[in-house]
């Protein structure tokens, strides 16, 4: 069962970990990522942040596309994590998720991006890419942590 959906170009991290995945109960974590998930020592590296007791699986775009059917069918609560806008829509235009909402937790500033949130800065792409999330039925919110004040994004857009 996806339990949570979330755009981090941290990936997995502290806030995360201490954060979602407790609150959650997150028994799986999902990456989905070109650059990690064709790199060993990125994967390793990566695989540093699990936390003991958790299952973790990195797959680039193309891997996790190819298990998507897999991973629609997880029992476990589950944590999908993508470093950008462009790799969760392509996976999420395919993907028959149970979960209709993605966290936009941190998404670093660029040249020519606009700040919609503390952390969340998106360029042009970044917004279309999200206009059409939206329009395949997500909605979208920033939130760093369960603690936090969540901002719903999916009308400001």
């Known amino acids: 069962m996806i339990s949570l959906i979330r755009i981090d170009y941290r990936l997995v991290h502290g806030q995360v970990v201490v954060g979602w995945l407790n609150s959650l109960g997150i028994e799986r974590i999902v990456v989905i990522d070109d650059r990690v998930g064709s790199s060993d020592a990125e994967k390793s590296i990566l695989s540093l942040a699990k936390p003991e007791g958790k299952k973790m699986h990195i797959f680039t775009l193309k891997e996790a596309l190819d298990r998507k059917v897999k991973l629609s069918q997880l029992k476990e609560k589950t944590a999908i994590i993508f470093a950008n806008t462009y790799t969760c ?17 941190a998404i670093p500033k660029k040249d020519g991006s606009n700040e919609f949130d503390k952390a969340v800065f998106l360029t042009d792409e970044d917004v279309e890419n999200s206009k059409e999330l939206v329009s395949l039925g997500y909605k979208i919110y920033s939130q760093q942590t369960p603690s936090s004040p969540r901002k719903e994004l999916t009308n400001i857009l």
Request: aromatic residues 18%.
């Open 89 to 105: 829509l392509e996976f999420m235009k395919v993907f028959n998720s149970n979960l209709k909402e993605i966290n936009y937790g």
